[in-house]
């Protein structure tokens, strides 16, 4: 229970700290007018020069949506009915904000956050690896922010969990009700044996009177 308490509380740590990140990175990049799906080319060379500096400010707040972005996938994985409860509340920490208008701003939800962090994420262009890809597309698979496939399962979710249950009860239930009626079965051949055998004895009798 005390290992639950400390899981519990890690995970509201890392991912009110990673919503906030998310937040800042588009800030910063709306700030600097950057398009979605652009990586930014320039000069990076002459650290006094605001173009320059312009750049690698998008390059390192992209960088962190990547990284973010990349945790966030492992944890959905790993953690999917906490993520997903996260996911539904109004503020980044859970916690009522001291403005009652900060609450309903749209930038300010985590399930806005990630919707932004997804198509900032471009997987095509920005997720290498084919490992990058899986993950990212299993994640949002879990979320449903795109359509399940068939033979879709992640072990780590309750609803797996509880899926699993019902059909290894289904399973012990089936088992149970064979084995009921093969010791029905045995039970009736072991009473037409024995009507049998007494038939057979009792004519044996007759042809000896």
Do not use: H
């Not at 639950?4 to 700290?17: C, D, S, W």
């Not at 095509?124 to 449903?144: G, H, I, M, P, Y």
């Not at 239930?173 to 037409?192: D, I, P």
Request: net charge positive; charged share 35%.
């Amino acid at each position: 229970m005390r290992n639950m308490k400390k899981q519990e509380n890690f995970l509201k740590v890392t991912l009110t700290a990673l919503f906030k990140s998310l937040k800042k990175s588009r800030q910063t990049l709306d700030d600097n007018n950057y398009q979605v799906g652009d990586w930014p080319e320039g000069p990076t060379g002459n650290s006094g020069d605001t173009d320059s500096s312009k750049v690698l400010e998008i390059r390192s707040a992209l960088s962190s949506v990547l990284e973010n972005f990349a945790l966030f996938c492992d944890l959905v994985l790993f953690f999917p009915d906490y993520v997903q409860a996260r996911m539904k509340l109004k503020t980044f920490s859970g916690e009522k904000s001291a403005d009652p208008a900060a609450e309903t701003i749209d930038t300010d939800t985590p399930s806005t956050i990630i919707k932004w962090a997804v198509m900032v994420a471009n997987i095509d262009q920005f997720l290498f690896s084919e490992q990058d890809r899986e993950r990212t597309n299993l994640a949002l698979q879990q979320l449903k922010l795109i359509p399940r496939a068939d033979d879709f399962v992640n072990p780590n979710s309750k609803e797996f969990k509880v899926e699993k249950l019902m059909k290894d009860l289904e399973k012990d239930k089936t088992k149970k009700v064979g084995k009921t009626f093969e010791k029905s079965q045995a039970k009736k051949n072991k009473e037409k044996f024995e009507q049998k055998r007494k038939l057979t004895k009792n004519s044996r009798n007759k042809n000896e009177l």
